[in-house]
């Protein structure tokens, strides 16, 4: 499965940001990752296939909501209230089978895409 996220640019805080993940193929788990300058990539938010187990980080909890097609195989994160500190490289993943622990980590994921920057002045 190839991943090819998409929606980066430059906003100001306070504006909203769409990103998009197109998947070549099915896949069941799907997630956005960020790598902030300086610091290790971190989760951000989940989703499974039928739309549950959404999971979010604390960080963009009401602010950040993930959602799915899957008629088009696109995984979305739609970014509200952007703040500076949400600057950084996103990731879309995906695995394509289940997965009974954790969807924050980064090893259960075994496709990546490329990342888009955002990048959100103050």
């Known amino acids: 499965v190839q991943l090819q996220a998409s929606g980066g640019g430059l906003v100001q805080a306070g504006d909203s940001l769409r990103l998009s993940c197109a998947a070549s193929?099915?896949?069941?788990?799907m997630a956005w990752f960020r790598r902030i300058a300086g610091k290790e990539r971190e989760f951000v938010a989940s989703?499974?296939?039928?739309?549950?187990?959404?999971f979010y980080a604390d960080s963009v909890t009401g602010r950040f909501t993930i959602a799915r097609d899957n008629t088009k195989n696109t995984l979305y994160l739609q970014m509200n209230d952007l703040k500076p500190e949400d600057t950084a490289v996103y990731y879309c993943a995906a695995r394509t089978s289940g997965y009974g622990g954790s969807y924050g980590l980064e090893s259960i994921y075994a496709y990546w895409g490329q990342g888009t920057q955002v990048t959100v002045s103050s």
């Open positions: 989703i499974r296939r039928d739309g549950g187990m959404r």
């Open positions: 193929g099915r896949t069941y788990i």
